[in-house]
Structure formats: structure tokens, C-alpha cells
């Protein structure tokens, strides 16, 4: 029986040869004018069509024979092959991913046999941390080549949606240092809630960053390399005056991993009755307080560091200005008076 083709060929004027898909009317060029490389391709494309299973076997053997190790190679291998080209903090999150059980279904599944369901699956039973770390363990074996074509459509992945994080409230704060039995711990909840600085950089601290002169401190950020430089005052001083004098402030946090200080504060939220809140949510709130006392938003970016998105959420959040009345202004330009705006915009630096 003879099966009629999807596409059919045909030699414009310029002389290359164009494919015409018959059933949406579209046309490609072959990119040749030679005939018989045409006709391959032609005959290829309506093979392809009509026995797509087929297809796929056949590229196989040929993807097989350019990488010996394409049978093989899981996405696990993938992982392994990332985390020896990291190091420090980023090699230690990409080791737990390697472990991580949302990533079971498809760990040890081989590169050639995963299909976009094996990924939407995964993406449906993981998390947002699931979603980005899935695009870039597949971001990295296209770059590789070590697959052909994508799994998954650019157009068909899940939006990465970051849960929205608030500002820890006074009263919460209040809660957990009051319950707090450890006095390192219990300071460093303080000079998160005072300084505003990420947890690792407060962790570690070293009394050499303070300058007693001056009262400031001053220390490179870890996670961009930015220099902070903070002022401090009599609360902060006192607090600072508990903590050891050389070296490390906090030296038995600076030695554990970001993650485990994390959980040592979930447990300690758990205890107080305080949901919704993480070490981080201390950094928007010190930008929060810092904009609703008028504090200039270029002081707040010399604080947090000038990347902070936690100053740029908090400034851009109210940075419109209210305008007063226009009778207030024709009344005190009569008077020689002028009228002063309720609120300044933030300034947008660096």
C-alpha cells in the first residue's frame, strides 16, 4: 500500500531545494542545490515522519558512535560532573542536590532515554529549588552535548515562583531572644535585627572588623564580595561588649553550615509560635525600619551592600511621592512660603 508523504520537494529559481510540509502548507530550505543531498534529506524527513520510534534508534547509533559513553551516561553523572567544577558554598549545595529525593525519578535514568513526562513529573512532585536546579542540570548537558535536543521545551517549563518573604516584626524578634537560653545565639539574633547583615556574614564576624574609634563595621560580604560598612550605637555596642574581644564573634556558628543555623532558627520559631519568617526575613527588616525612619537610601545601600535586594524592595515599595494639594502651594506662594513634600523618592544608586 502506498503511503502518501508528508512533505514534498521542489527547486526554486535561485536553484536550492525547499521541503514543503503538506499538511501546514509550510516550506523550509535544504539549504544545497545539490540534487542528490536534497533527495536524502527529503527522503530522511518523510522516514522520519512516518516511523518516528524508528527515528530516534537510528540517531541513537549514530550520537553512539561520536560519544561511547552516551548509553551510559545518567543524570547523575551530570551532577557529579557539576559539583567537580564547583567549590566552597556552591559545591556544597550541588552535593546535596546529588542526594536530594526529589531528583530519584530520574538520578540514574540514562540521558538518551529521558523523556519530558520523567521532567514534568519531577517538576510536579519537587519544589522551586527542584525547579532551578533541574533547568540547569539540563542547561549543562545540552551545552555538553551530551543529549541531541532538549527534554523539555524552553516554552513547556513551569515559571520558577520564589515564595514572597517578609520582614520579621519587632514583637517576633522579641519573642526569640527572650526565649533564647544560649547568649551567642541569642546576640547574634541581635546583631541580625541591628545590622541587618546575612546570616553567614554575621555568623562570622571577627572582632577586628569593629573600629571602636569610629564605632562602625566593616566586612566583605560573602556571597558578593561587596565591602559593608555599618555604624553602630550604644544598644549595639553593649551586645558587642559580651562577645569575645579577638578573633571570631560567634565561633561555634561560624563553624556549622548555613543550612543547620537555618534549622537551629526553625526550631526556635517552633517554640514561640512565629511562622513565615527565616534569618533572612532580619535583612528586610532592618530595610524596612531603615525606610520608614527617612534613612537615605544610598546610607542603607552602603549598609546591606549595594546589591541588597532587600534595600531595593523596601525603598522602591514606597518610592512615590505624595504630592501636597495645589491650594496649599497657590496659598504659600502667596505667603512666600514654600511647601515641603511628604515623602522623598528614593534614590537609586549602584
Not at 78 to 83: D, E, G, K
Not at 251 to 273: D, M, W, Y
Not at 297 to 326: C, D, I, T, W
Request: glycine fraction near 6%; aromatic fraction near 10%.
Amino acid at each position: 500500500m502506498h503511503v502518501k508523504n508528508r512533505y514534498r520537494i521542489f527547486k526554486r529559481s535561485s536553484g536550492i531545494f525547499f521541503i514543503q510540509d503538506n499538511l501546514t502548507g509550510k516550506q523550509e530550505s535544504l539549504k544545497t542545490r545539490d540534487k542528490n543531498v536534497a533527495k536524502q534529506l527529503f527522503v530522511a524527513r518523510n522516514e522520519a515522519h512516518r516511523q518516528p520510534a524508528m527515528n530516534i534508534q537510528i540517531a541513537q547509533i549514530y550520537l553512539r558512535h561520536s560519544d561511547a559513553r552516551l548509553a551510559t551516561r545518567t543524570w547523575q553523572d551530570v551532577i557529579n560532573q557539576i559539583i567537580e567544577a564547583k567549590s566552597g558554598d556552591t559545591r556544597t549545595r550541588w552535593e546535596y542536590i546529588g542526594k536530594c529525593k526529589d531528583f530519584e525519578l530520574i538520578r540514574n535514568r540514562k540521558l538518551i532515554e529521558t523523556t519530558a513526562e520523567h521532567f514534568l513529573k519531577t517538576l510536579k512532585d519537587g519544589t522551586t529549588s527542584t525547579n532551578v536546579y533541574l533547568r540547569r542540570l539540563h542547561n549543562y548537558a545540552i551545552g555538553m552535548h551530551w543529549i541531541p535536543w532538549p527534554v523539555l521545551p524552553k516554552r513547556q517549563w513551569p515559571a520558577v515562583v520564589h515564595r514572597e518573604r517578609r520582614a520579621i516584626t519587632f514583637d517576633e524578634h522579641q519573642k526569640i531572644i527572650n526565649r533564647e537560653g544560649n547568649l551567642a545565639t541569642r546576640a547574634f539574633y541581635q546583631l541580625l535585627w541591628h545590622l541587618g547583615g546575612s546570616q553567614g556574614d554575621i555568623a562570622n564576624l571577627r572582632a577586628e572588623d569593629i573600629d571602636w574609634n569610629d564605632r562602625t563595621i566593616a566586612y566583605e560580604r560573602q556571597k558578593t564580595g561587596v565591602t559593608s560598612l555599618i555604624s553602630f550605637g550604644d544598644e549595639v555596642a553593649e551586645i558587642l561588649k559580651t562577645l569575645p574581644q579577638v578573633g571570631q564573634l560567634f565561633p561555634a556558628l561560624a563553624r556549622i553550615h548555613s543550612r543547620h543555623r537555618a534549622k537551629l532558627f526553625i526550631k526556635r520559631l517552633q517554640t514561640v509560635g512565629v511562622t513565615g519568617v527565616s534569618l533572612h526575613s532580619y535583612r528586610y527588616a532592618w530595610a524596612e525600619r531603615a525606610r520608614a525612619a527617612g534613612y537615605p537610601e544610598r546610607f542603607a545601600m552602603q549598609a546591606l551592600g549595594h546589591s541588597s535586594k532587600a534595600v531595593h524592595r523596601a525603598y522602591a515599595r514606597k518610592a512615590q511621592v505624595l504630592l501636597p494639594p495645589l491650594e496649599d502651594y497657590e496659598r504659600r506662594a502667596k505667603a512666600g512660603t514654600v511647601v515641603p513634600m511628604r515623602s522623598e523618592p528614593a534614590v537609586n544608586v549602584g
